[in-house]
């Protein structure tokens, strides 16, 4: 008979791990429950690479060592990601044509708040190129690498290729400089436009490594690193980026934008991440994904 991981068993091994059990504890109890040693060894060590992955240092640190050098050692070391150099708590950043203010920043996940990324005359330029081009908005499958229409992304949305307008050149130009990470890096410019009652569910923008499909997206300049979610304008009411993992939510200003980095594929990097609906208005928004390599 096959047996099926429940999401009342994970949640049964992640509380046994909170409590401090080490691992052969809560897989002896497993045995004892009648679990399949096969079954039961996978779902220990997925559950727990998963859950202890997102955990903060403090709740890491109840864990039995064991437990905790196992999630280390499965995380391995992050890679090289676009950053924008804080260490000197500047207010404003030369972006090379013009000056971006830093609003507010966290380091885990790596965010940070821009203000003056883009002038308003670049906003309604780019959302009027976009306009007569928008299409309900698709995702990537990754079980396949095609794409798809995505119930959990309710707005419209297209892609400009790197270049393509003098705006959108000028903006890859600035983010390139502001986050020291190649133009050819990155992802043409996406263009989102939510209605009332649209929203983006919360997910992440890399690529998920256990997804068939993935190896293929892979061939296009690697793995996703960061995200630049810029506003174009600014809704009535709602439309906020959420991060969930953290509680944070960023405001849609005109001009402004929010950047996340992820060194690793992984929930760990806590960069789970959603449009909340808009309740009152519009909202445009241009999204730049910057890959690890070229972007052909
Ligand atoms: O429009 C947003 O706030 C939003 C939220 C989450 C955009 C994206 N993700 C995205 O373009 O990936
Ligand atoms: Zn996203």
Redesign the pocket.
């Known amino acids: 008979m096959s047996q099926t991981v429940t999401p009342a068993l994970r949640r049964w091994i992640i509380e046994q791990a909170s409590a401090g059990f080490p691992p052969e504890s809560v897989l002896k109890a497993m045995l004892d429950a009648g679990w399949e040693e096969g079954v039961a060894e996978k779902a220990l060590e997925r559950t727990l690479l998963d859950h202890l992955g997102t955990v903060s240092p403090q709740q890491m640190a109840a864990v039995a060592p064991e437990v905790r050098e196992a999630v280390q050692a499965s995380q391995g070391m992050g890679v090289r990601v676009p950053t924008i150099d804080l260490s000197t708590s500047p207010r404003r950043i030369d972006a090379g044509d013009r000056w971006v203010d830093v609003i507010t920043h966290m380091n885990h996940p790596r965010v940070i708040v821009l203000g003056n990324l883009l002038g308003p005359e670049e906003c309604d330029a780019i959302i009027e190129s976009a306009k007569p081009r928008l299409a309900r908005s698709l995702t990537v499958q990754t079980s396949t690498g095609g794409e798809e229409m995505n119930p959990d992304r309710t707005?419209s949305?297209m892609f400009f290729n790197r270049g393509q307008t003098p705006e959108v050149t000028a903006v890859e130009q600035r983010i390139a400089r502001l986050v020291g990470w190649p133009m050819e890096n990155g992802e043409g410019l996406?263009v989102?436009h939510?209605r009332p009652g649209a929203e983006?569910k919360?997910?992440y923008?890399y690529f998920d490594p256990d997804e068939p499909g993935t190896p293929t997206i892979l061939k296009r300049g690697g793995q996703r690193v960061a995200?630049l979610?810029m506003?174009l304008n600014e809704p009535t009411r709602g439309?906020?980026?959420?991060f969930p993992d953290v509680g944070l939510e960023?405001a849609?200003v005109r001009g402004h934008a929010?950047f996340f980095s992820y060194d690793r594929p992984h929930p760990s990097t806590r960069t789970l991440?959603?449009?909340?609906p808009v309740l009152e208005g519009e909202?445009w928004?241009a999204?730049k994904?910057l890959r690890e390599g070229e972007f052909k």
């Open positions: 707005s949305g996406q989102l939510y983006y919360p997910h923008d995200t979610v506003y439309g906020g980026t959420t960023v849609p929010v991440h959603g449009g909340a909202k928004v999204t994904w």
